[in-house]
C-alpha cells in the first residue's frame, strides 16, 4: 500500500520569506500523479501543485515550486515570497495512474505567517 | 459556475443513529468521491463513484455506503454511527475517470457524534 509521511507538523516563516515543506512517499508503481493541497479555515481543499512521476523536470505555479526526487521518493514544497493568505494546513498526496482516482494523503502541515 | 456543494455544513448526530450526507458536484463532472478528515489528520479515502457505480473503496466498515443519482449527485450513509466516527467528510468531483483529471473539493460536511 502507498503511503505518505509529512514529518513537520508545524512550520512558520517571515512573511516575504521562503520556506520549504517536506514530503516523502512510498510506493512500488513507476507512474504516478504527486500533488500538495492547502486547506485553509474555510475547510475546502484548494490544488496548489501538481507533479506527474515521469516528468523530471519540476513543476512550478508563481511562487510555489516542487523538488521532486524520484529515486529518493522525496517531494517538497517551496513557497517563495510568503503572504499572510498562504497561512493554513499543506497536504501532499499521492495518485496511482490506474485505477480508482484514490488520494492518499500526508498528516498535514501546519504553516504559519508571521508579518 | 457552481463549484462542489455539500449539506449539510454542521450536524449533530448521537451514537447509533444514522447518517446522511449530500455532495453536488460541479456541473459536468461525472466522478464523485469522499473522504473522511479526522481532526489532525489528512483526509482518507472513503469511496468514488463514476457514472452511478462504484469504482474505489477504501478501508471502511460496511457501516459506511453510498450511492450516485442520474444527475451525478451522491449520498453518504453511515449507520450504527460511533464516537469515532466524528470527523470532517469531504466530496470531491472529476470530470471523468481519467488518470489526468483534477479533483475539485467542497467544503464538507462537519459530522459531530455524541
Known amino acids: 500500500a502507498q503511503t505518505v509521511t509529512q514529518s513537520q507538523p508545524e512550520m512558520s516563516v517571515q512573511e516575504a520569506e521562503t520556506v520549504t515543506l517536506s514530503c516523502t512517499y512510498d510506493t512500488s508503481e513507476s507512474d504516478y500523479y504527486l500533488f500538495w493541497y492547502k486547506q485553509p479555515p474555510s475547510r475546502q481543499m484548494i490544488l496548489v501543485i501538481r507533479q506527474e512521476a515521469y516528468k523530471q523536470q519540476n513543476a512550478t505555479e508563481n511562487r510555489f515550486s516542487v523538488n521532486f526526487q524520484k529515486a529518493a521518493k522525496s517531494f517538497s514544497l517551496k513557497i517563495s515570497d510568503s503572504q499572510l493568505g498562504d497561512a493554513a494546513m499543506y497536504f501532499c498526496a499521492y495518485r496511482k495512474i490506474q485505477g480508482a482516482q484514490k488520494l492518499v494523503f500526508g498528516q498535514g502541515t501546519r504553516l504559519t505567517i508571521n508579518p | 459556475d457552481a463549484g462542489v456543494t455539500q449539506s449539510p455544513t454542521h450536524l449533530i448526530k448521537t451514537r447509533g443513529q444514522h447518517v446522511t450526507l449530500r455532495c453536488s458536484p460541479i456541473?459536468?463532472?461525472?466522478?464523485v468521491s469522499w473522504y473522511q478528515q479526522v481532526l489532525g489528520q489528512g483526509p482518507q479515502f472513503i469511496f468514488q463513484y463514476y457514472e452511478k457505480e462504484e469504482r474505489g473503496r477504501g478501508n471502511f466498515p460496511d457501516r459506511f455506503s453510498a450511492r450516485q443519482f442520474p444527475n451525478y449527485s451522491s449520498e453518504l450513509n453511515v449507520n450504527a454511527l460511533l464516537l469515532g466516527d466524528s470527523a470532517l467528510y469531504l466530496c470531491a468531483s472529476s470530470p471523468e475517470l481519467g488518470a489526468n483529471t483534477e479533483a475539485f473539493f467542497g467544503q464538507g460536511t462537519r459530522l459531530t457524534v455524541v
Open positions: 456541473s459536468g463532472h461525472k466522478s
